[in-house]
């Protein structure tokens, strides 16, 4: 179990920062908020988190991000605005032409939407960045959209199941509704609720925990190159055993749950330093893992075991890959909003204590 152990927080010393949750996470309750605020409806079947969503129900969505439901109903109804599309059903209708008539979208074809085709991720991040008011070819390119929703706040496509479901949609519409319009003037819940389209009220609890995250976001923007973190987690490793002992094949999975404890502090300016000093329990067996940087310096410590390094010479490269891995894990950390349950602040002396209750599972780590 310690040898078990001294692995584990090895790997844990390297990647603790830098772990996101993980794609396999459900979004029923982004969905459920959502539609406490009439943005994402179900069908007689339920939200239906699991299948596609079609470009007709990522339209609706779109006209419900733009505060425009009710006028492109009513206009629709007296003719004011159509659509030339022929694959296009009597619900979807008033929205698709109020897009349409807008010049937000121009369809598949001059007479067809593919209305029943599945959205595509890009497609609906496309959507959303229109709706926060940025223009395709002016602003981004479709080519390399993913890069540029990420860096605007909104969800990083790695972080999604690999083919875009409407769990995702209800995901990537929570995110959005807590980032900038273009002008900078408020978000985009935010201009909803002021615009009359999504009432104060019932969108109350949203507003909290998207304000309490921006601010949170904005105290801790600079921590890529300053950081002091105490880590506190209880995992549930999952250990497989395969393969052939003595004639006798191995086909076991064991689940062991460890309790993590231990903190890590950085300062990336000028001179690198770098400390992290993590505790594990399983089983009843605690080991202790230390690893330092000083100096161009790495010194790695393991119950009685010890040994340094000197990686003067490699140092730039390394803290060049860290800080990349690092921005990439920022920009994934401020698109988490629909993985947090619940974040709340506390005083403490002349600091902000945020704590974040994250929905399960967790745990994916990026590596370089």
Not at 252 to 281: C, F, H, V, Y
Request: glycine content about 6%.
């Amino acid at each position: 179990m310690k040898r078990f152990l001294t692995v584990f927080l090895s790997a844990m010393l390297l990647c603790s920062m830098l772990c996101v949750p993980a794609s396999a996470a459900s979004f029923q309750s982004a969905a459920e908020e959502l539609s406490a605020i009439g943005m994402f409806r179900g069908t007689d079947k339920g939200f239906e988190l699991d299948r596609a969503p079609t470009r007709s129900e990522a339209a609706i969505m779109l006209v419900r991000l733009y505060g425009a439901e009710e006028e492109a109903a009513d206009a629709y109804a007296s003719g004011e605005i159509k659509h030339p599309f022929t694959d296009v059903g009597d619900f979807a209708s008033p929205y698709v032409a109020w897009l349409y008539s807008n010049g937000i979208t121009k369809g598949t074809s001059d007479t067809t939407f593919s209305a029943s085709k599945a959205c595509t991720a890009q497609n609906y991040l496309a959507f959303l960045l229109r709706a926060l008011g940025y223009e395709d070819g002016t602003d981004f390119k479709y080519a390399e959209i993913d890069a540029f929703a990420t860096e605007m706040g909104l969800f990083d496509t790695s972080m999604l199941s690999e083919t875009f479901l409407r769990d995702d949609l209800a995901a990537v519409t929570y995110q959005g509704l807590s980032c900038d319009l273009k002008d900078g003037s408020t978000y985009l819940l935010d201009s909803l609720i002021k615009s009359g389209a999504i009432d104060a009220k019932a969108a109350q609890p949203i507003t909290e925990k998207t304000e309490t995250y921006r601010e949170m976001l904005s105290a801790t923007k600079d921590m890529g190159n300053n950081l002091d973190v105490n880590l506190n987690a209880k995992v549930d490793a999952s250990v497989s055993t395969k393969g052939v002992l003595g004639g006798t094949p191995l086909n076991d999975t064991e689940t062991i749950p460890i309790t993590l404890s231990g903190r890590i502090q950085m300062i990336l300016d000028n001179a690198p330093q770098m400390a992290m000093d993590l505790k594990g329990t399983a089983d009843g067996e605690t080991v202790a893992m230390n690893m330092y940087l000083k100096d161009g310096w790495m010194y790695t410590k393991a119950d009685d075991t010890a040994f340094k390094m000197n990686i003067a010479s490699d140092l730039e490269e390394v803290l060049g890959s860290y800080e990349d891995l690092m921005s990439v894990s920022s920009n994934q950390i401020a698109s988490m909003l629909p993985f947090i349950d619940s974040i709340t602040t506390a005083s403490s002396g002349q600091d902000t204590v945020y704590t974040l209750t994250l929905m399960t599972p967790l745990g994916r780590c990026l590596t370089a």
